[in-house]
């Protein structure tokens, strides 16, 4: 019987590995490229009839009094025009548009996504009291549900810390996808991550459910024996689990829609790296409490110590 | 057959084949005629405005930070609002009030969003103004004694004009049209401003009058004979499309408190049909590999698991179109994730099921322990699933981000459905296989050892 247990420091060490390097890219700016939903400011998507230079298009804008803004071109006569804010109830929209007509010819508008930036402002303080929310919240039910364990908050913490760590990655993941292709955090994203921390911890329970069931049934058994079975035991059914999402969310990524794709795929990381972080992370920060090895480590550094 | 699974079997049969029915895209919807009781219903598909194309603006009023506005006067705004919206003609709209002084406003499917925000957000306040002994220049902007113009534009002078009236002693306002066949706006005057408007003619003849529409000159004519009978025309050089629009903001009066748009997303009708398109198929991938796997993995089990998962799908969907729940996207999606998530309890159980037998229970038991022993787990972790639901579903109120409450709500239903499905309904087929067909070998449930075991075997 392969015992994981033994091993949980390895398993440690690999999620530092993951966890690093999006971190680096997270620290450094621009960390995350932020999207106009938190910025405030202009999304506007252009079909054009014949192809248009980025440059041309450009000028246009700053002949308004858009300088500063950035204009992508991909397949189809398609530009991606991002800027301040323009307003579409004021002249302005309608004259740089008459504009585009005059210089390039017809066009149809996709889509058009003007954020004010006191609404941007609030996108973003909502994001985060959303997830603190979320966490609070699951920290408060996992201490109920386990209630009649000794030490129930133990469970709690050790499912929040996994937790962060596949918000981690998958936000690391998304800093250096930001770098390579530019792919924007808006507020669908921030759901994509609010449903990961949600699967996150199903994922966790489950898990620490057959924990709980083995320390009841083999009570007087050590710990790290006990979580050792639970994880053999659910191995097989949380691994199966997340594969079937993980299936529907693979063909959501390869054959959906675009506008949907980097939510499926923020979905995706998510779960893949919640399940790994219920087997390999939760259960083995729950064994190092437990077996009271989180203090003796903190021992070795206390003054007391160092004083002797 | 046991009559308890009897009766869950048909009962199953008919709400699978009643969704089913309501489910299918071109579902002619239910008309009965039953005893009496008349049933009509359509039960359309309700786009959101990502797949239909349309607009949603946040209005916010227009003031200075210092400047408190009071409820009723965002409440007479938004009442404004929404009759101007009735009368653009669209299906579906939604005009509601939100925190911070704001409306959002909906347009599904509107032709020409810009104008029709336009027409909703622009205060709408006509004055007929003093302009002396000249003329003044359309489009201009001018400062009057009812207020100075709100943010965006100066006045083109110091000058303050006298408002002798303003749109509120209009009776009516209709297009018109003149001798060549250009749209003007034909008004009537209430009693109070028949008088004086009559007043100031009589006294004013040969001076000019300048009408403005929030702030800006519209026309300038001179004033030839009193008019005392309170009818007018104003012709502006509009299209009939700015006719039109200006009547409607006549029409139900002007705002209290000026709104600006704070945030809009416009979406073209042309990529909403091409993303249903791919949304579809990959549901369909995803829906064809989950099917394969659960039966590779869990054999006769996991065929049943499938036929309550198409239950499910059809079910759920019927219910989308039933509440109905506007379809987004993001909706769309999390419809997709719950199908791979419905099968999660399933597998729980069916896990569970397989220990048990191979710790030599009988088929039975195994089912029965299977069931029972996965509950709590099952239980759980939909919970927590659900909770997210809500917290993303406040999330996304705030700033009027229906797309974020479309998944929120699609997700949260799917769950839902799904502990129906996984648990009564496989557990019906379940029974009925084993209890009352008596399909015994193991192998047909994914164990390898002895093909047969007793019913009631030994725990």
Not at chain 2, 49 to 63: M, N, R, S, W, Y
């Amino acid at each position: 019987m392969i015992d994981l247990v033994a091993r949980r420091y390895l398993f440690f060490l690999i999620s530092a590995i993951i966890i690093i390097p999006g971190l680096i890219s997270l620290i450094v700016p621009p960390g995350l490229q932020l999207g106009v939903d938190f910025t405030g400011g202009t999304l506007w998507e252009i079909k054009f009839t014949k192809p248009v230079s980025a440059d041309a298009v450009q000028q246009v804008l700053t002949a308004h009094g858009y300088p500063d803004s950035t204009v992508q071109t991909s397949a189809g006569n398609v530009v991606l025009i991002r800027t301040k804010e323009i307003r579409p109830d004021l002249p302005i929209k309608g004259q740089i548009t008459s504009d585009f007509q005059k210089q390039f010819g017809a066009l149809t508008e996709l889509s058009f996504q003007s954020v004010g930036p006191a609404v941007g402002g609030e996108v973003w303080q909502r994001s985060i009291e959303a997830i603190a929310i979320a966490s609070l919240g699951i920290l408060l039910y996992l201490w109920w549900a386990f209630r009649k364990v000794p030490r129930p908050y133990a469970y709690g913490v050790c499912a929040i810390v996994a937790l962060l760590h596949d918000a981690l990655v998958v936000l690391g993941i998304f800093s250096i996808l930001g770098r390579i292709i530019t792919v924007q955090i808006d507020s669908l994203f921030v759901t994509a991550l609010l449903t990961v921390i949600g699967f996150s911890v199903h994922d966790t329970i489950v898990v620490f459910d057959r924990v709980r069931e083995n320390n009841i049934r083999h009570f007087g058994e050590p710990f790290t024996q006990i979580v050792n079975h639970s994880l053999l035991q659910t191995l097989g059914r949380s691994v199966t689990t997340s594969l079937t999402v993980i299936f529907t969310l693979s063909a959501l990524v390869l054959f959906g829609g675009s506008s949907t794709r980097m939510f499926a795929l923020a979905l995706l990381i998510g779960i893949v790296s919640g399940t790994y972080s219920s087997i390999f992370n939760a259960s083995m920060l729950l064994v190092v409490w437990e077996t009271g090895e989180f203090k003796r480590l903190f021992s070795r550094f206390s003054p007391a110590r160092a004083a002797a | 057959m046991r009559p308890k699974n009897l009766r869950m079997l048909i009962g199953i049969i008919l709400v699978a084949a009643v969704a089913t029915f309501i489910a299918f895209p071109s579902s002619p919807g239910i008309h009965l005629n039953l005893f009496g009781m008349k049933i009509n219903q359509d039960y359309p598909i309700h786009e959101g405005l990502d797949l239909k194309g349309g607009i949603q603006v946040l209005l916010q009023a227009d003031v200075p930070a210092t400047t408190t506005v009071d409820q009723s006067s965002m409440q007479s705004a938004e009442f404004i609002v929404q009759r101007r919206v009735d009368a653009l003609g669209v299906s579906e709209p939604l005009v509601q009030l939100a925190s911070g002084n704001r409306i959002i406003v909906q347009l599904p499917g509107i032709q020409n969003p810009d104008a029709a925000v336009k027409t909703l957000g622009d205060t709408g306040l006509l004055e007929f103004v003093d302009a002396g002994s000249t003329p003044l220049q359309t489009g201009t902007v001018i400062d009057t004694s009812q207020g100075a113009p709100t943010s965006g534009t100066k006045p083109a002078t110091t000058q303050v004009y006298t408002t002798v009236m303003t749109g509120k002693d209009l009776q009516s306002a209709d297009v018109g049209f003149d001798q060549y066949g250009h749209p003007l706006i034909d008004f009537t005057l209430t009693s109070n401003g028949a008088k004086k408007f009559g007043d100031y003619t009589t006294k004013n003849v040969g001076k000019y009058l300048a009408i403005s529409l929030d702030k800006q000159v519209i026309e300038s004519p001179v004033i030839q004979q009193p008019i005392t009978d309170g009818r007018g025309q104003i012709s502006g050089q509009f299209t009939l499309q700015q006719a039109q629009d200006l009547v409607i903001q006549l029409r139900y009066g002007s705002l209290p408190i000026p709104l600006k748009v704070v945030d809009s997303q416009e979406v073209g009708p042309t990529l909403g049909a091409q993303a249903i398109q791919q949304s579809i198929v990959a549901g369909i991938i995803g829906l064809g590999i989950v099917l394969a796997f659960m039966v590779l993995n869990y054999r006769l089990p996991g065929v049943l698991a499938d036929l309550a998962l198409l239950i499910y799908a059809a079910v759920t969907f019927a219910l989308f179109r039933m509440i109905p729940v506007t379809l987004t996207l993001a909706g769309i999606a999390g419809f997709i994730l719950s199908i791979g998530m419905a099968v999660d309890a399933n597998i729980l159980i069916f896990e569970r099921m397989k220990e048990e037998l191979r710790a030599g229970r009988g088929l039975h038991a195994s089912i029965e322990a299977g069931f029972e022993r996965a509950w709590p787990s099952i239980r759980d972790s939909n919970f927590s699933t659900l909770i997210t639901c809500t917290i993303l579903y406040w999330f996304g109120a705030t700033f009027g981000a229906s797309i974020i409450q479309g998944f929120a709500l699609t997700l949260a239903i799917g769950v839902i459905v799904s502990l129906f499905t996984a648990i009564l309904v496989t557990r019906t087929f379940l029974s009925v296989v084993v209890d009352d067909i008596g399909v015994r070998k193991l192998s047909l449930f994914g164990l390898h050892e002895p093909t047969e075991v007793a019913r009631e075997g030994v725990a």
